[in-house]
């Protein structure tokens, strides 16, 4: 029941209200101009920078991470047809991002004092939430390609869930590696600076937002686009039977 595409469409449709909807809502009633290609989401969660409605856009995180519990679940079921190992590593993975992200929204970002004796957890823990999910998503990517080799998964599954994990961490990439040549060299970030300083792709913020979206987009693609249980048992059993006539 928990997995019919009625109810995971519906669970979609929630996370997307939950998460963007709850995110957009707080970032109209900020008190400075919001611009989500320059601004991190987690100054939304900042009781400094948002102190009327911090609240909102964690609640609404929060709500969207239990939702999308049933999703690493699914994704599990869907993905063992391929390789039970990576299934598992890519369903555990996404939980653990999902723990940690309600874990960043309880962890509201502190700009001058240290949580439980660790300087910027928040930051810390939401890092680790992108990181997880990075591990879920990558792995997902070899389950697919290897089930579209094997017939088991769709040739769509494999390409639109390559583009929305790698080039969102291509970005990030960069953009890190980037930021941390002008600390190592200090003589080149006037140069860099000045090159990338209006330019989207040097702000953490948008790879933020791009990643998100990205999220939630390889959710609808697993939704979407992995086949039924008694499709993927019934090509699984004609495998089977064709070994079997071959040997």
Excluded at 92 to 107: D, E, T, Y
Excluded at 120 to 133: C, D, K, T
Excluded at 192 to 220: D, M, P
Aim: hydrophobic content about 55%; some cysteine.
């Amino acid at each position: 029941m928990l997995y019919r595409k009625v109810v995971l469409t519906a669970l979609l449709a929630l996370i997307f209200l939950a998460f963007f909807g709850t995110l957009g809502l707080s970032a109209h009633m900020f008190p400075q101009n919001y611009d989500w290609r320059y601004r991190v989401i987690s100054n939304l969660l900042s009781p400094r920078d948002n102190p009327g409605h911090y609240w909102l856009p964690a609640c609404g995180i929060i709500l969207a991470a239990v939702l999308m519990l049933p999703l690493a679940g699914y994704l599990h079921r869907n993905l063992e047809v391929a390789s039970s190992r990576a299934a598992r590593v890519s369903s555990g993975a996404l939980v653990a991002g999902i723990i940690a992200l309600i874990c960043a929204c309880l962890v509201v970002p502190q700009h001058t004092h240290d949580v439980l004796g660790i300087r910027r957890l928040h930051e810390f823990i939401s890092r680790s939430s992108a990181g997880f999910m990075a591990i879920s998503m990558l792995t997902a990517c070899w389950c697919a390609w290897k089930g579209f080799r094997e017939n088991l998964l769709e040739a769509r599954l494999f390409w639109i869930w390559s583009l929305v994990t790698l080039v969102p961490l291509a970005g990030i990439f960069l953009s890190e590696s980037l930021l941390i040549l002008t600390r190592l060299k200090p003589a080149w970030a006037m140069p860099i600076r000045s090159v990338l300083r209006h330019s989207v792709f040097w702000h953490l913020g948008f790879w933020e937002w791009s990643g998100s979206a990205a999220i939630f987009v390889f959710l609808c693609a697993a939704v979407f686009l992995t086949p039924s249980r008694t499709i993927q048992t019934r090509v699984t059993s004609e495998k089977v039977d064709l070994g079997n006539r071959a040997a």
